[in-house]
């Protein structure tokens, strides 16, 4: 099955296309990708500090088809007709992508397809939409099936992918336990079997990227926070001396699952507050490591409680955050000694940022099983939870 998938819930314009060989979560599973594409707009975000939901838009709208034509290139094509429709109505305010989709159809040869899949929630909605218009568009144009993903699903579907070529995918056992967290995302999820979630913990405040993101922001660092506070803390870890900040654990002996994340940015905000500004780089490092030894410990620990109260066969670990070796490796390593039957599924660094290789796999098994999506009817949902149906 040759899968196309558009990704534009944030700041990142991706599109993959991926050929699959087996039945997904069977040891017989395997895929090659054909084509990945990505566009970061994380240099247009950063001097507002955050994504500015107008601007990922219009910069969405403007990368989408040349992001398209780059992901084809490697595609067969087919004789398949064309039908034409009408693009003024689905970007209608959105000249350019008219223009720039007339002259896809008209110079692009029909790639062979199955389907198109496209992240419809959870995400900021006017950046969704441009997605969900452009694989009306494609599903329309081509004739084949159209199907809304959730992001959060492809964060889970990409943690278990093994390297190689092809590339395969470790089956899953249920129940298993998801761990995502993102810059708009800290949840723990059950899973029941692949398209069967139940929401166990969340956040009643601050994800913890964006917990990263705004700690960064106080102490001076660049957009986005995460990659420039673990740097700066493994660097203070690596320095042999003693840290002497304490920074508290919001919620971290509550009893359930839930987060806290915005009393920790408080905290720093008030420890930054007790120096003159700047700060110095001695300063940014301590801050930063014991920042993230908060941060770390509190999911640490409710990830301990979760396995302690099922018993779960795997763990899948998705979303930027996961990017964080130090958070990575305290959390195999508290499952390791604690639940040593548990397996834990971590994705490649370069997979547990926003991309569309992880809409591609999310879709597998809901295309397995003949779902599809209306195209009038399809829908960006901002808030869209794994635990709806
Ligand atoms: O999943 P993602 O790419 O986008 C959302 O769906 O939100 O996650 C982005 C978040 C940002 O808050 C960024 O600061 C964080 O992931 N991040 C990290 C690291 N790399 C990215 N946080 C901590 N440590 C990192 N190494
Ligand atoms: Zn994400």
Redesign the pocket.
Known sequence: MRILAIET????TAVSVIETSGDWNTPGFSFSILGNTLYSQVATHAPYGGVFPALAKREHALNIVPLLTSALKEVPTTHNPVHSIDLTSLFTHEQDAVAMFQNFFATQPRPAIDAVVVTHGP?LEPALWVGINAARALSESWGIPLLGVN?MEG?IAIAPVNPGEPLTVTPISFPSLALL?????TEIVSIATWGSYEVIGSTRDD????A??KV?RLIGLP?????A???LAAQARASGRKNTIVFPRPMRDSGDLDFSFSGLKTAVRRHTETFTLPLTDEQKEDISWAF?DAAIDVIVHKMKLALSRDQYHDVLV??????????TQSLLSMISKQFPETKVHIPH?SH???NALMITLAAVHHLEKKESSDPSTLRAQGNLSLSQR
């Open positions: 819930s944030c700041d990142e995400g992001h964060h967290i993102s810059g708009g995302h994800a913890i990227g964006e990263f993101d960064a957009y986005p926070g995460g990659p506070i673990s740097r993230e998705g979303g930027g955050v996961a990017a964080n070796t130090y958070l660094i547990a940022t926003d």
